[in-house]
């Protein structure tokens, strides 16, 4: 258990000295950033610690990494390249109140979708043509608009 602990804590060292390589960023500059000395991200890289979990958000934000990066974690297979997109901004925010604003137009956006394809259904079990793919035929009355 302990030799997977500290294999674990060596590839998660190696992650983040590649991605803090990848940001052109030195070990001063990391650890400047995320207020710990230059000692820590040194044992951090190497393995001889592990990362603490308080500072993977900074971590993430500095590199510009998801945290599934750096423990290793494959990309949900089921995640389309846009909602993996979507999640990555997603953790990018670091407000509360952007996350739920954002959240708030999500839920709206699928709420207005399931709506549209509830009328779309009902219009055409109403209308052989519209269920045939066919245009509506045009009638000669007048619709007032409100």
């Not at 294999?7 to 983040?16: E, H, L």
């Not at 190497?46 to 993430?60: D, T, V």
């Amino acid at each position: 258990m302990v030799e997977d602990r500290k294999k674990f804590q060596q590839k998660v060292g190696a992650r983040i000295k590649a991605a803090r390589e990848a940001a052109g960023l030195d070990r001063d500059q990391l650890a400047a950033r995320l207020g710990i000395s230059r000692f820590m991200i040194s044992s951090y890289e190497r393995g001889s610690r592990g990362f603490p979990q308080e500072l993977y958000p900074a971590l993430c934000l500095i590199l510009d990494r998801p945290v599934t990066y750096f423990l290793g974690m494959k990309a949900d297979p089921s995640f389309s390249p846009d909602a993996s997109t979507v999640a990555t901004l997603f953790d990018k925010l670091a407000s509360e109140q952007n996350r739920y604003a954002v959240m708030q137009i999500i839920q709206g956006l699928v709420q207005a979708e399931a709506e549209y394809r509830a009328a779309k259904r009902s219009a055409s079990a109403a209308s052989p043509d519209a269920a045939a793919g066919r245009p509506a035929q045009q009638t000669t009355e007048q619709h007032a608009v409100p």
